[in-house]
């Protein structure tokens, strides 16, 4: 494109996350120009299907901005792979419209505080760390709850046994067996008997006391010793075996030697064999008055004793050296069982290692192209990292997948996702596996056909949040729900839109919209407001939607 465009939102980005936002801006009434990093044929084959116009060019370059229409746009997402190049690009986009909304992704959190102190209008936000909760949740099964921060209170969500003071269902399950998002309840009674009525699968509410947000890990000090146990087993190579074997030998030989030719006991002929074997002892038992034959047997178990040694010096202080340095690099993998496997150690398999751990869960990663950094984090977080090809069934092996409670394929292809499954379940049949798949349709297909456990893609989970945030909202958190996500959100309803003056009841709904809280000007908020409650123009609303849902409140909110 040669002519500047009039943008109103304008997107940079050089993968899926583009597209998914696009497309969550649509739904919002938005239109979107987005700036598409060159030599990205897949994505811009994906942007055609959408509405958006597409320039391609650098964001950091002034001439690509101005020709997406920076000078006149209300929001900028920055959502590059690349903490760097995005920070380059705020600070260019900044000084052609100082007045722009910038909407940062950075996987560098502590660095994204300190930008937006930079800028006046700045949200940061990490794409991985958004979508690695979709992830743990689906590896580990249950879960006691998600923490959600309002800056007032903090609420919880999760399985009815973990909440105290439920508010509302979140899901719910019937009959047959399908989970329902957002369920009816009947506000006029106990919120205890709505959330908790045999029926809910996830409520919001109040975390139980002492309860820790984590899974609990079976096994304790039995589990830790076999894993000691088979730790010092992986130690011992076949060399080192060998050598030990070769001792142990000439160890039973020399001594049933010595004790049938010497007037010895079976104590003194050990004692002599070891001094013979280690050129030791004090020289109390000799052969010197030994028959030639016997002198000449000495000789021979002096110099295999020599020999063995050695070998077996050798082997240990190599095995020890490279101990040091597989752990020195953070690769030192060892026996483990009932922990996650995680294939891709990139962004999002660094956050899913980081969640694991804070939930006691052990974890071993793979990864075929190893960077200092991931070296470096994977030391962080005692993590060990086989450095190799996660299709591979070799590599796999070693990384214990038969002993794994499960696997979490998050590379950004989904056919090496896939392939890795795959080779996991040719180890171990019953292996839970979880996938991350861009393509929504070959996800459906793989988990129905293949009976792979399928979490969406990081752009899925992420582009709700970055799209609220690119329209003055803040999406508070995102909870997983299977292969479904629900948006908790604080919503600030404007003079004159369509929230102004109506009832709650008229902005909930089943299925999609849920008001949990709503805070008056400067008065603290009131939790479970009353149906009948009046919304006026500079309300606070908290609600839990689905991306509809939230799609169908920001506007109405007079979000913009």
Known sequence: MTAG????????????????????????????????APGNPEVEHLLAETDATVVIGRPTDAGTLLTAGVRTARALALVGDGDEANLHAALAATELN???RLVVRMFNLRLGQRIEELFDDCVVLSASAIAAP??????LGDRHGRTIPTGVRTFSAGPPHAIDEPLLPLASRDAEGQVALLPAFDDSTDSTDNADDGTATLVLGTPKSG???????AGGAARRLRQWLASAAAFTDLRLRIALAGLAGLVVIATALFKLALPLGWMQALYFTVTTVTTTGYGDINLAGAPGWLQLAGIVVMLLGVLVVALLTASVVDNLVAARLLRARGL???????????CGMGTVGLRVCEQLRAAGVDVVGVEHQLSAATIAAARRLDIPVIDGDASDLNVLASAGVGRARCVVAVTDD??????????????????????????????????????????????????????????????????????????????C??????????ELSTVDSVGQVRVFGMRTGDSPPRWQPPADSTVVAGSTLYVVATRSGLARILPASGAH
């Open 493 to 502: 309803v404007s003079t004159g839109s369509a929230l102004d003056g109506v």
């Open 134 to 139: 979709f992830f743990v949740d689906a590896a």
């Open 5 to 36: 465009v009039a943008a109103q939102m304008i997107i940079c980005g050089d993968d899926t996350l583009v597209v998914r936002m696009a497309e969550e801006l649509d739904t919002l009434g938005e239109s979107a120009v987005v700036v598409l």
């Open 211 to 217: 309860l820790r947000p984590t899974i609990a890990i």
């Open 332 to 342: 030192a993998v060892g026996q483990r069982e009932d922990h996650v496997v995680v």
């Open 98 to 100: 100082p007045r722009l």
């Open 414 to 491: 989904d056919v090496s996702n896939l392939e890795a499954g795959l080779t996991a379940r040719s180890l171990r049949a019953d292996t839970r596996v979880v996938l991350r798949l861009f393509d929504p349709d070959l996800a459906d297909r793989v988990d129905r056909r293949l009976g792979l456990s399928v979490s969406r893609s990081v752009s899925y989970a992420a582009a709700p949040v970055f799209a609220a945030a690119m329209l003055g909202r803040e999406v508070l958190a995102a909870i997983p729900v299977g292969r479904r996500v629900l948006l908790v959100a604080e919503v």
